[in-house]
């Protein structure tokens, strides 16, 4: 009985050795292992993050549309939590919607947009927002709100990954809902064109608009100083490639040429924008 149970103690030995050569020899991550402390929430507001971004909660988001797994101990993510929370919280698609909170794990998504690979689970970072508390979202004529207002953005962790966002129907953004790849919103650099038209506008010209229009705005910044931002948006990931243009924008600065060419203008920070909740 003793010999018997020692072989079976034995081949365990054996089984655990082999499965930890597999491991090293062909390179697997035991992704189905989570860490002790995982809970499953249905509101993202209730996740709980752990060191440097790692969801410590199970999520499963609008009925299982988005579902976050927590990473086990052994995986690690490539990308540093500030950059991606610039990137994630600059998307057009969460303009005027709170921020919940932000995290990394393994993210599988019922649906994608059209072209664009399946998100399954794959590892990656999710910020959650909610339009319904900053009234970003549309109400019926009862004063209801049409969906609980809860969108997502997906950013892969690695390099070159897709980026997938969804917002609900019943928020009232057409343009928004949703499978869709979101739209990054970036401050770009520019140069100013010559000198200003016969009522004040000054061109800049910027190399950075992919994929999008441009747009710009300007800010006092003291007595005949004027800070110049161009905007663009940039789509984080497509199968539809799109190459870098040139783009010109002409910019209202003062109402006549000689007020315009007296201002001193300056750059505005270039980067991810960070997308805020309207005031008021």
């Known amino acids: ?24 020899v062909l390179g697997v991550q035991l992704v189905g292992v989570m860490p002790s402390s995982a809970s499953t929430v249905t509101n993202p507001a209730l996740a709980t993050v752990g060191a440097a971004g790692r969801f410590t909660s199970e999520i499963v988001f609008d009925g299982g549309i988005i579902t976050v797994r927590p990473a086990p101990a052994n995986a690690a993510t490539l990308q540093g939590i500030g950059a991606v929370t610039s990137k994630i919280w600059a998307s057009a698609q969460l303009s005027g919607f709170t921020h919940q909170t932000l995290g990394w794990g393994y993210v599988t998504m019922k649906g994608t947009p059209k072209g664009e690979k399946a998100v ?35 950013l892969g962790d690695a390099n070159f990954s897709q980026a997938v966002s969804y917002v609900p129907a019943g928020c009232g953004f057409p343009d928004r809902t949703g499978y869709r790849v979101p739209q990054e919103v970036v401050s770009e650099p520019w140069v100013k064109v010559g000198t200003a038209s016969a009522h004040g506008a000054v061109t800049f010209r910027t190399a950075q608009g992919l ?20 905007y663009s948006q940039r789509p984080d990931w497509s199968a539809t490639n799109c190459a870098a243009a040139v783009l010109k924008i002409a910019l209202p600065l003062a109402k006549t040429a000689a007020k315009a060419n007296a201002l001193r203008l300056l750059h505005g920070h270039t980067g991810p924008v960070r997308q805020v909740v309207n005031a008021g």
């Open 120 to 154: 399954n689970n794959v590892l990656g970072w999710v910020g959650f927002a909610d339009g319904n508390t900053s009234g970003a979202c549309t109400k019926t004529t009862a004063g209801k709100y049409r969906s609980n207002g809860e969108a997502a953005v997906f």
């Open 1 to 24: 009985m003793k010999n018997a149970l020692g072989n079976v103690v034995q081949s365990r030995v054996r089984l655990g050795a082999i499965g930890l050569m597999l491991v090293a």
């Open 211 to 230: 994929c999008g229009a441009i747009e710009g705005s300007t800010r006092a910044r003291g007595t005949g100083i004027l800070e110049v931002l161009l």
